[in-house]
């Protein structure tokens, strides 16, 4: 094989570098160890030629060190991640080390994850080559799983692990991307941020509603999100959770709260070609814990639906709003009784009839004392005194039903004009909602500042001159001071060292004058009240509408100090042995140590020379008698094999009390005559690696609680044979099933309690057609749904599963039947009644006039139309008749007579106008 070419192991008095096995036995006789080491170590020249590999690299390859010699190391790199070797060299010329994760693909074509190391290696000044160490990520994780104390090791690993899960992105299960797909196949236009208000999530039914591609929105922040809609950058309703302040009354209509979720209207003049009328609804994301990590919001364009509406009241308005016809209870009162009522109003009492409400006092329908002690008779007699004095009157009061069940009412009394007297027009508005909502409001509030005061994150509020007006406990601890110490007395400056107190002015200034360019993460170092200085990571912005902002502060010291101690392990020195990223030690027959490198200080915390010559060592690694004797006794057991063990997994006890997960291979040092002289144990750190699960699981909780957040829209995935493997909480909380109940049934069988697939279901359409299809479907309790079909198809074109998204679409087509039914009802009695009825637009002229009209008059309809009443009746009316129209058109009914003479015989006309 060629020999490896590295400054750190060529001679001074020989410019060609001797073979690494020369090297190697220079101090020691490695032979044993290279074969035993687990993670992969090779050499290549400076055109990235491989020009040595050790055993445990080509075993990953699948082939044989001899195999790899002079072969190009880009040739086993995944066509995608090139680029990460080439921008590497970059850094390598230059002289650093640098650490990053790869796909490699081995001689089977298959992928292998793993983390690559890579040091320059220069002669007299001159790069020569590379040297690298190379991690199978995969087997890291399935080897740190044996006997994990994960309780403590994620407390030390979980920042890294993170980081290195964020960092090989490419890495995503089918989950995910099954996930990843149901987001995009949802109906409603949907987007989710991050905490920062960084998008995370624009589906591809927003990118048709705004026409803006989710690749220009996702990773973009400071309302980005808001120029599809508005044209510039302002807050929408998602951004109530997470400023609960932002006043959304005076901009949306029909607010409406469900805990911490929040839903509205809002009309919208820049958007749409005529501006548009939208339906939001923004909630919180959750992790399994509770931890708000981001918001969602659905958007769904209502235009249309509003246009429905707005017919529906123009309908019942020329049906003169038919009193009973109303939805809120509404009572007529005359001299202290009940003398009409409407249907909604029988409803509300829980009576079975009119006769059951009228001709009685409003006090017999409430609890003896009102909740402000007052008697029920003397408040509503005082209530109808005002009401008659000062034309209306409006209090909240309790009513009691007739099966005795109290509730809270707004009641509404109005003086009107009544067949020559005044009676009282009563409107009635159960409040129970209202009054619960208030509750939970105040609740919430208590919850957000339960969350301020004990989240883990010092949180501190500043104003515009510096001082600071709001910390939370956390920040006391941080600080060393008290609350009553800080609060309007100290400013932040006084916790800012010298070295980073320039820029932070300098980025207070830039926040109120161009908070664009102003940074909203940054780290600085802290000083505390005994003047210890903490590396602190910022992260800061400013509270809309106030001059005032808001900063998160972590104390990110440890971590920095871990980052100095890997910095520091990464450096290759002279020798291989004490570069290496990986514990080596050695011991005699008896157990003393006889070698221990730099690495296994640094892990263990215990310095060569308290180890060196000493067999103590192995009780203050296992403090533990029996888990130290079990350890001896399994590496006796797989040593009287093959002579060594290999990818044994211990926890060790390190010097300051930390524990750490640690995956042994060692070999023994054997005599000629079978006898063991020592040992040699190389040992990897894999800690970390224990959370590269955890957070690819916490990859698929955020997705799926995207589509949890969509309570109004049911989202299943069923596999061809139309059996549920994952659906949203909105169909667990529709049939009353958690998911597990649910999981491997029908879907059939879940929604329709039936043996078979529904006729005409569009998830059958699909398996036929292998296309999506749509269509509405009736369930038992006679909802509308509309249905929407996908299928997932893999890249030989056969259906793996399908997605199901349906949604609730039967208030639509009430209230389209209730405009035609309103419609027609008005149209009967248009078109029947003897007297004549006509219709007028706002100049006065006539637009529609019934059959008993035109017969009165001796005109058809289209002589009559355009015509107005001066014209019908007499020339001289016509200022009169106009100033009735005006009060009319302000909500008066009038009332007034004309003349108009019919065959010769003038004839007197009584007109009522409303």
């Not at 066509?79 to 693909?105: P, Q, W, Y």
């Not at 994620?154 to 993170?162: N, P, R």
């Not at 932040?492 to 107190?501: K, Y």
């Amino acid at each position: 094989m060629a020999k490896p070419r590295s400054s750190d192991i060529a001679s001074d008095d020989d410019d060609a570098p001797k073979p690494l096995h020369d090297i190697l036995s220079s101090r020691f006789d490695f032979s044993n160890f290279i074969d035993s080491v687990g993670q992969g170590i090779l050499v290549t020249d400076n055109k990235w030629f491989i020009e040595y590999s050790n055993p445990a690299f080509a075993k990953m390859l699948f082939t044989l060190p001899e195999d790899l010699t002079r072969v190009s190391l880009y040739d086993h790199f995944h066509l995608e991640d090139v680029k990460k070797l080439k921008d590497a060299e970059n850094k390598l010329l230059a002289g650093r080390t640098v650490s990053f994760d790869a796909r490699l693909i081995n001689f089977e074509d298959a992928i292998l994850f793993a983390n690559l190391t890579i040091t320059p290696c220069r002669k007299n000044g001159k790069l020569t080559g590379y040297m690298a160490t190379v991690i199978d990520l995969a087997s890291s994780v399935e080897a740190s799983s044996i006997g994990a104390n994960t309780a403590e090791a994620s407390a030390v690993g979980a920042d890294t692990a993170k980081a290195r899960v964020l960092g090989s992105n490419e890495i995503v299960t089918d989950l995910e991307r099954q996930l990843a797909d149901l987001i995009d196949f949802l109906p409603d236009a949907t987007l989710a941020i991050d905490k920062n208000g960084v998008v995370i999530s624009w589906n591809k039914a927003m990118e048709s509603l705004t026409g803006t591609p989710a690749k220009e929105v996702l990773g973009k922040g400071d309302y980005e999100y808001s120029i599809p809609f508005y044209g510039h950058k302002r807050p929408i309703l998602i951004d109530t959770i997470f400023n609960p302040g932002y006043d959304v009354e005076a901009e949306y209509t029909n607010l409406q709260r469900d805990g911490r979720n929040i839903s509205g209207e809002v009309f919208i003049p820049s958007f749409g070609q005529n501006g548009s009328t939208i339906w939001c609804k923004a909630g919180p994301l959750c992790d399994t814990c509770g931890n708000v990590f981001g918001a969602i919001e659905s958007i769904r364009d209502i235009t249309k639906r509003k246009k429905i509406e707005e017919d529906l009241l123009e309908s019942e308005a020329k049906f003169h709003m038919l009193f009973e016809r109303s939805t809120d209870a509404m009572l007529l009162l005359d001299g202290g009784k009940y003398i009409d009522c409407n249907p909604a109003a029988v409803n509300t009492m829980g009576a079975s009839h009119k006769k059951d409400l009228l001709n009685r006092h409003p006090a017999c329908f409430a609890p003896d004392m009102q909740p402000n002690g007052c008697s029920s008779h003397e408040m509503a007699e005082e209530m109808i005194k005002k009401a008659y004095e000062e034309g209306t009157n409006r209090f909240e009061w309790i009513r009691r039903r007739l099966n005795g069940e109290e509730f809270p009412v707004e009641v509404s009394l109005t003086a009107i004009p009544w067949k020559g007297s005044r009676i009282l027009f009563t409107a009635l508005r159960d409040i129970s909602e209202r009054r619960r909502m208030e509750e939970a409001l105040k609740e919430s509030e208590n919850k957000y500042r339960a969350i301020f005061e004990n989240t883990g994150t010092a949180v501190i509020i500043i104003e515009d001159d510096m001082t600071i007006s709001l910390v939370n406990a956390e920040s006391e601890r941080m600080s060393g001071y008290t609350k009553s110490q800080i609060e309007g007395k100290m400013k932040w400056t006084e916790f800012v060292h010298n070295e980073n107190l320039q820029s932070m002015l300098t980025q207070h200034c830039l926040r109120r004058q161009n908070p664009e360019h102003a940074l909203k993460n940054y780290d600085f170092k802290m000083i505390d009240r005994n003047g210890r200085k903490k590396d602190i990571f910022l992260s800061i912005d400013m509270i809309p509408g106030t001059r005032k902002t808001i900063a998160s502060l972590m104390d990110i010291s440890p971590l920095k100090r871990y980052e100095e101690k890997l910095n520091s392990l990464l450096r290759f020195h002279s020798e291989m042995i004490d570069t290496a990223a990986i514990w080596i030690d050695m011991f005699d027959a008896h157990g003393k140590m006889t070698f221990w490198n730099r690495a296994a200080e640094r892990i263990s915390g215990y310095s060569r020379d308290e180890v060196l010559g000493s067999a103590d060592i192995w009780a203050r690694l296992y403090p533990d008698p029996e888990y130290r004797k079990k350890i001896i006794n399994d590496a006796m057991n797989l040593a009287m094999n093959n002579g060594r063990v290999e990818n044994y997994v211990t926890t060790i006890r390190c010097k300051d009390g930390r524990a750490r997960r640690i995956s042994w291979h060692s070999n023994n040092f054997i005599s000629k005559d079978r006898k063991v002289l020592g040992g040699i144990g190389i040992g990897s750190d894999v800690t970390e690696a224990l959370f590269a699960q955890e957070a690819l699981r916490k990859s698929e909780q955020e997705k799926a609680a995207i589509l949890n957040g969509l309570k109004d829209t049911i989202v299943e995935f069923i596999d061809p044979q139309m059996r549920l493997i994952w659906t949203n909480k909105a169909l667990q909380e529709y049939v009353g099933k958690s998911a597990e109940e649910l999981v491997g049934k029908h879907c059939y069988e879940i929604a329709r309690k039936i043996p078979e697939p529904c006729p005409g279901c569009q998830a059958v359409k699909v398996i036929e057609s292998g296309e999506f299809q749509e269509g509405e479907i009736c369930t038992d309790d006679g909802k509308i749904w509309l249905m929407r079909s996908n299928p997932i198809i893999d890249e030989c074109g056969k259906i793996q599963g399908i997605v199901n998204i349906v949604f609730n679409i039967t208030d639509r087509r009430n209230a389209e039947q209730a405009r035609q039914e309103s419609e027609k009802r008005f149209r009967a009695v248009f078109e029947t009644a003897r007297d004549s009825i006509f219709i007028k637009d706002l100049h006065g002229k006539y637009i529609q006039a019934n059959p008993a009209m035109e017969k009165l008059f001796g005109l058809t309809s289209e002589q009559i139309v355009g015509k107005t009443d001066y014209e019908l009746f007499e020339k001289d009316a016509g200022a009169h008749i106009k100033d009735a129209d005006h009060r009319v058109y302000a909500g008066e009914v009038m009332e007034e007579e004309h003349t108009k003479s019919v065959n010769g015989v003038p004839h007197i006309f009584h007109v009522i106008k409303a």
